[in-house]
């Protein structure tokens, strides 16, 4: 992987050094004003050539998306600059700026082979300043965002076939966006002779300003349906449709054109087309520099500079098996390496001050109500059939949100285990958890959020305990645990309930059920593992002694049997947990295997303050 300088380097960071991009969007404008361009066009010509006609890609905020499809215009069209005005004068040739191919690309993949594929009219729309819950006003965004596109192209010296009254009055436009893109996606074809290439930007911009709480408006749902039918109705008349989004959440409504994009977010073989890997840092010609000239001005070794800022910057994974290769946050990296390269910034990094830029960037609230509408059952791990595949944005599970929009990631299992969800890195880990608590989260709330992540060594042990059938020092990591937690709300049994829940099924690779029936009744908690499960009776401020008497009393964990055969492979367990005022936390243990009598309770370190 090459990092590229621009045509042009009278930017500087440090030291002679390009300057880095710091939020740019746009590829021409990057290689004009000299900013540093991690290339990119390998994997995006890979992308193109060989995925279907029509492509989706979900990424998190600020990752890249808006440059990525500015590259792939670039890459179809070149640079076409404008003309004239909207009027029809023309410009003069001395204020007409020109970016030739060869300087676009210059350094990339592409030296050399621009136009590597046939020249089409691109149609580029961006989606993302359709913000307001309203279906006329969504209406009219969209038109002026067409209308926008249509004015680009006049500019340039072509019919977009949209009358010209519409583009200097759009407010007055009585036709619908959809017509208008298909009048220009007809000229444009007309035109060039070839189809064109629609992107869009942020496409699902319209459909996550609702949530649980507010379904969409049936009269908004129809005017979306009718402008995405290009689609389909214009199907023939498209070479290529890329579009890109921060969650997948669209795709379950009932956007019936969206039934033939293919969805290629967690396709690893396109898992770093955004963001930046460990062989971009590694670069000498390109981000290398960078690290290594703060590294020497701040007087440390280089390799514990890159691996403090992998352990806050990289860790993103875009496939269902945490397997493909981490990508490192492009808005966070770069922008601290920009503060590496000034006196300010290595002194803030020297004292430990971290910038959270991408987790501090976008608000947290509607994440916060998300946790908050937690529900009582949790899908058992993330590679569980269904999990990844139901996007609703009135989806059962907030995990599935966070991942989505890249708060979470994909781990690889544990021990062999299956893939569990974790904070991407540590930035994203300390900025949610400040916050939630901050927003004054609920105990269920922080338990998500807290066995999320993975460099907690209480959360690993757990998994190891768990995953191993080793119940010896549960009791010890659950006191850990639950001493976190405001302690007024873990004084009563469905609060713990409740978070020992939530907290199971997020360590992944167990299927957690909540007082599931059985003949002689309702256990807390049944905990299935493929190889081994437990049943679990939890009291709070009672005693254990009578969790192991209603264990016994009323035979828990024998529904279990029918699917693990041996009573062996089945736990039951009691769990005493005490929260009064004045005494801290204290939990206490004891397990048996299925079918042992009242002489066969096994006592477990019991963890916490002595009551």
């Known amino acids: 992987m090459r990092v590229v300088r621009s045509m042009k380097e009278h930017l500087t960071v440090y030291n002679g050094l390009p300057a880095l991009s710091l939020g740019s969007t746009h590829l021409v404008e990057m290689r004009r004003v000299g900013e540093l361009y991690v290339d990119k066009t390998g994997q995006i010509q890979q992308l193109l050539d060989e995925s279907a006609r029509q492509v989706f890609v979900a990424r998190p905020r600020r990752f890249g998306k808006s440059l990525m499809l500015s590259t792939i215009e670039c890459m179809y069209q070149g640079y076409m600059p404008e003309v004239q005005t909207l009027g029809g004068d023309p410009i003069p040739d001395s204020q007409i700026s020109t970016v030739a191919d060869r300087e676009l690309f210059a350094g990339t993949s592409l030296e050399g082979k621009q136009p590597s594929r046939e020249r089409r009219p691109v149609i580029r729309l961006d989606l993302s300043n359709v913000l307001e819950p309203d279906s006329m006003a969504v209406r009219r965004a969209l038109v002026h965002e067409v209308l926008d596109q249509a004015g680009v192209w006049r500019r340039r010296g072509l019919d977009p076939g949209i009358p010209l009254e519409y583009l200097r009055v759009p407010g007055g436009c009585p036709d619908s966006p959809g017509n208008l893109l298909r009048w220009m996606i007809g000229a ?28 969409i408006p049936p009269e908004l749902l129809n005017m979306l349906r009718g402008f995405f039918s290009f689609l389909k109705s214009g199907r023939q008349s498209l070479h290529k449709v890329v579009l890109t989004g921060v969650t997948r959440n669209a795709y379950a409504h009932p956007l019936s054109p969206l039934n033939l994009v293919v969805d290629l977010t967690w396709d690893a073989k396109f898992g770093t087309v955004c963001g930046f890997t460990e062989d971009d840092l590694d670069d000498a010609d390109g981000l290398g520099p960078y690290i290594a000239r703060a590294a020497a001005e701040m007087g440390m070794d280089e390799d514990a500079l890159r691996e403090r800022l992998r352990d806050y ?30 006196k300010a910034g290595r002194n803030r990094f020297r004292q430990g001050r971290f910038p959270k830029y991408w987790a501090t960037s976008g608000s947290l609230q509607p994440l916060v109500t998300w946790l908050e509408q937690a529900p009582r059952e949790l899908p058992e791990t993330l590679s569980a059939e269904g999990t990844l595949d139901h996007n609703a944005l009135e989806d059962a599970d907030p995990r599935q949100f966070l991942l989505q929009s890249g708060y979470l990631t994909v781990k690889p299992g544990l021990d062999g285990g299956p893939p569990f969800a974790a904070f991407p890195n540590r930035e994203v880990a300390e900025a949610f958890l400040e916050n939630l608590r901050r927003l004054g989260a609920d105990s269920q709330a922080l338990a998500i959020a807290y066995s999320s992540d993975d460099r907690n060594p ?54 957690v059920r909540a007082e599931p029936k059985e003949a002689g009744g309702w256990p807390d908690l049944v905990l299935r593992h493929p190889k081994h499960a437990c049943a679990i009776e939890l009291k709070v401020n009672r005693s254990l002694s009578e969790a192991k008497r209603q264990a016994d009393r009323q035979d ?15 736990t039951v367990m009691a769990i005493h947990v005490v929260n009064r005022s004045g005494h801290g936390l204290r939990v206490e243990g004891a397990q048996r295997p299925l079918g042992g009598d009242s002489g066969s309770w096994q006592e477990l370190k019991p963890g916490g303050r002595p009551t």
Not at 191 to 215: C, I, N
Not at 318 to 341: C, H, I, K, M, Q
Request: glycine content about 10%; some cysteine; charged content about 25%.
């Open 188 to 215: 444009l074809k007309d035109r060039f002779g070839k189809e064109p290439v629609v992107l869009v930007d942020e496409f699902d911009a319209p459909l996550t300003m609702f949530g649980r709480q507010s379904p």
């Open 313 to 342: 910057y990289n860790g993103y994974r875009f496939d269902l098996e945490g397997g493909s290769v981490p990508v490192y946050n492009p808005w966070s990296l770069t922008r601290t390496l920009a503060d590496l390269g000034t």
């Open 458 to 511: 209480v959360f690993v042990r757990l998994r190891r305990i768990m995953h191993r059938r080793d119940y010896g020092d549960l009791p010890t990591e659950l006191a850990t645990l639950l001493s976190g937690f405001a302690g007024v709300r873990l004084n009563g049994h469905d609060q713990c309930l409740n978070v020992l829940q939530t907290v199971f099924a997020a360590l992944g690779g167990l299927d």
């Open 556 to 570: 828990y964990g024998r529904s279990l049997m029918a699917e693990y055969l041996k009573t062996e492979d089945v």
